[in-house]
Every structure is written in structure tokens, then in C-alpha cells.
């Protein structure tokens, strides 16, 4: 592991060598940005009232999601990582955020045991009073979905969101592994306690100081 891209001595402690449980209480800068190298870190903001959720469109690909993105070598801590990017998407810090789910998404030729591929952490975040969305173009024409009713078309999400996003919004923690489909087969879905991802992606936990 490179620790020059761990945060300085004082704000957080040593690394914990082996998760144990991860769950909705797990703080979020509590959380390593740091995995192995064949592993891509990101974030995703989910803004959730009253069981419906807020998300736009990528203006990249057309895919409907919500603020976040790559988490950077800078960021501290996955906290830091997913506030920088909804700032950066939508112009507001959230007021608030707690984990809310873990996704590993597997390129086609990997394995849990040997992963390459995306880690995404599933972030439940509220916006202050008052404050006013102002899209950077990333993601635009934002509206609220019921899953009572509708959410966007599976060929409009991401193939990965189709399992667990309805979940998500219910209040529930979701973690599991999505395998790429290979040619003309679709992907596979398995729910996996987020302690085990975490472990094979090589994610550790800080250790709040006293």
C-alpha cells in the first residue's frame, strides 16, 4: 500500500488489518479511499424523502443516477470524496450523508477472490435549507422517482442499479457483487456481506482518534 496517500499523523489512526462488520452505522470517514491498484473507488449521493429519489441524467451517456463520482487520491477519507463530488456536480455540499450500501462490480474476467473492476459506496445525503441546485452539466434535468411507481427505464440505468436501488431507497443496506455479462449474457447480481467486498478490495477502516 502507498501511505504517502494515507491522511497525515493526528486526524486519523492506524488502519484496522481486518474489517469486521460494515453496515449503515459505519461513519463514512471512517472509510479508506486507498484499494488495490485494479480496483476504481467511487461514490454515488442518493437524495431520499419521503421514499422517493432525486436523479438526473449524464450527460456523458445518457445514464440516470445521482452526484458522485471517482474518489481522488487526495480525498481523505470516502466522506470527503463523495461531499467534493456532489459539490463539484450540483453546487451544494451535503448537509448530511450515511452508507447506505456497497457495490463491487466485476469486470467480466475477474473474480471476488481476485477483483478488478468498480467499488461503489451508496451514500443516503440531504441537502441544507434553503440552498438552491446549480448543475455543473454533468448530470442535468434532475427529478423524483417513486419506486411505488416508476423508476427509470433499466436501459436508462446502470446495469448494476437495477438490483439494489429500489432496496436502497426503502431504507434497507445493500451489498453484493455484480458480475459483467460476458458477449450477449447478462450480468449476475449476488448479495455479499460488505465486510467481505471491503476485504477483497482491499479497503481498510480508520480508527477514530481519542
Known amino acids: 500500500?502507498?501511505?504517502?496517500?494515507?491522511?497525515?499523523?493526528?486526524?486519523?489512526?492506524?488502519?484496522?488489518?481486518?474489517?469486521?462488520?460494515?453496515?449503515?452505522?459505519?461513519?463514512?470517514?471512517?472509510?479508506?479511499?486507498?484499494?488495490?491498484?485494479?480496483?476504481?473507488?467511487?461514490?454515488?449521493?442518493?437524495?431520499?424523502?419521503?421514499?422517493?429519489?432525486?436523479?438526473?441524467?449524464?450527460?456523458?451517456?445518457?445514464?440516470?443516477?445521482?452526484?458522485g463520482g471517482k474518489a481522488?487520491?487526495?480525498?481523505?477519507?470516502?466522506?470527503?470524496?463523495?461531499?467534493?463530488?456532489?459539490?463539484?456536480?450540483v453546487g451544494i455540499t451535503p448537509a448530511q450523508a450515511s452508507l447506505r450500501g456497497v457495490i463491487l462490480t466485476l469486470k467480466n474476467e475477474s473474480t471476488i477472490s481476485s477483483p478488478k473492476g468498480t467499488l461503489s459506496y451508496v451514500a443516503k445525503i440531504s441537502y441544507p435549507l434553503f440552498e438552491t441546485m446549480e448543475p455543473n452539466g454533468e448530470i442535468d434535468k434532475f427529478q423524483w422517482y417513486n419506486p411505488d411507481y416508476a423508476l427509470p427505464r433499466e436501459?436508462?440505468?446502470?446495469?448494476?442499479?437495477?438490483?439494489?436501488?429500489?432496496?436502497?431507497?426503502?431504507?434497507?443496506?445493500?451489498?453484493?457483487?455484480?458480475?459483467?455479462?460476458?458477449?450477449?449474457?447478462?450480468?449476475?447480481f449476488t448479495e455479499r456481506p460488505a465486510a467481505e467486498i471491503l476485504e477483497a478490495a482491499g479497503v481498510k477502516l480508520f480508527t477514530q482518534t481519542a
Open 1 to 67: 500500500m502507498n501511505t504517502s496517500l494515507l491522511p497525515p499523523p493526528g486526524q486519523l489512526a492506524e488502519l484496522v488489518t481486518k474489517n469486521t462488520e460494515i453496515n449503515q452505522h459505519t461513519p463514512l470517514d471512517r472509510i479508506s479511499v486507498v484499494a488495490n491498484p485494479e480496483i476504481l473507488v467511487c461514490t454515488l449521493g442518493l437524495n431520499i424523502i419521503n421514499g422517493c429519489v432525486q436523479m438526473g441524467v449524464r450527460r456523458e451517456d445518457g445514464k440516470v443516477t445521482g452526484p
Open 72 to 89: 481522488d487520491p487526495k480525498d481523505i477519507d470516502i466522506q470527503s470524496a463523495l461531499y467534493r463530488e456532489v459539490r463539484e456536480e
Open 155 to 188: 436501459r436508462q440505468m446502470f446495469p448494476s442499479d437495477t438490483y439494489w436501488l429500489r432496496d436502497a431507497v426503502y431504507g434497507l443496506f445493500v451489498s453484493g457483487v455484480y458480475q459483467e455479462g460476458v458477449r450477449e449474457q447478462p450480468g449476475q
